[in-house]
C-alpha cells in the first residue's frame, strides 16, 4: 500500500511541476527533514505567500491570512510546511462559519494555524506520520487509506509544491481544530 501510495505521490508531483505549481521531491522515503529543503528546491524563490498568490487557487485563503495578521510569519525564514485549502473547500464551509471566523480574529489565527505545522515535510514524510503538531497548539490527525493521503478528514491533493520557506500540500477541506 505504501509503494502505491508512493507512486501515486510522485504522479501528482510530477502534475504540479509540469503544471508549474511547484517541484516535486526526489528524495527516498528514508530522507530526514534536513535534507528535504535541499531536495524541493524552491522554483523562483518565492515564499508560502507569494506561491499561493501566484497558484491563483488560494484566493480565500490569502485574504483570511491578511485578515488574521500572519502575512508576516508565512513569509519569514521558516521552514514550513502549509496544508492549503483551495478555494473550492472554503466554499464548501457555511458562510456562517466563515463570518463568525471573520468576526473573531483569535479564532481566525487558530484555524488557520491549524493548517501550519513547523519544519519542511514533504509527502514521503508525511506519510509516516500519524499526526503532526500544528503552530496552533493541537495535533492533527494523518492517515493513509486506499494509496490517498487525509490531513484532519481532509484529502490531500497535490504535494510538495516547493517555496523558498517550505512546502505546499494543497487539500480539498479547511481544518477546523477542536475545541
Do not use: W
Not at 491563483?56 to 483570511?64: A, Y
Not at 493513509?144 to 517555496?163: E, I
Amino acid at each position: 500500500m505504501k509503494k502505491a501510495f508512493a507512486t501515486t505521490l510522485a504522479g501528482i508531483a510530477l502534475v504540479a511541476t509540469v503544471a508549474g505549481c511547484g517541484s516535486s521531491s526526489s528524495s527516498s522515503t528514508t530522507a530526514p527533514a534536513a535534507t528535504s529543503s535541499s531536495a524541493a528546491a524552491p522554483m523562483g524563490g518565492s515564499d508560502i505567500v507569494q506561491t499561493a498568490v501566484a497558484a491563483g487557487e488560494f484566493k480565500t485563503l490569502v485574504s483570511l491570512v491578511k485578515q488574521a495578521g500572519l502575512v508576516g510569519a508565512l513569509s519569514g525564514p521558516g521552514p514550513l510546511t502549509v496544508f492549503a485549502p483551495t478555494d473550492a473547500a472554503f466554499a464548501a464551509v457555511p458562510k456562517a462559519t466563515l463570518a463568525e471566523l471573520g468576526k473573531n480574529p483569535a479564532k481566525l489565527k487558530a484555524v488557520l494555524l491549524y493548517h501550519v505545522v513547523k519544519g519542511d515535510v514533504t509527502a514521503a514524510q508525511v506519510t509516516k506520520l500519524r499526526s503532526a503538531k500544528t503552530l496552533e497548539g493541537g495535533s492533527v490527525p494523518i492517515r493513509v487509506t486506499s494509496g490517498k493521503v487525509y490531513v484532519g478528514g481532509a484529502q490531500v491533493t497535490k504535494t510538495n509544491v516547493a517555496t523558498s520557506n517550505g512546502v505546499i500540500h494543497v487539500i480539498n477541506r479547511v481544518l477546523i481544530p477542536a475545541g
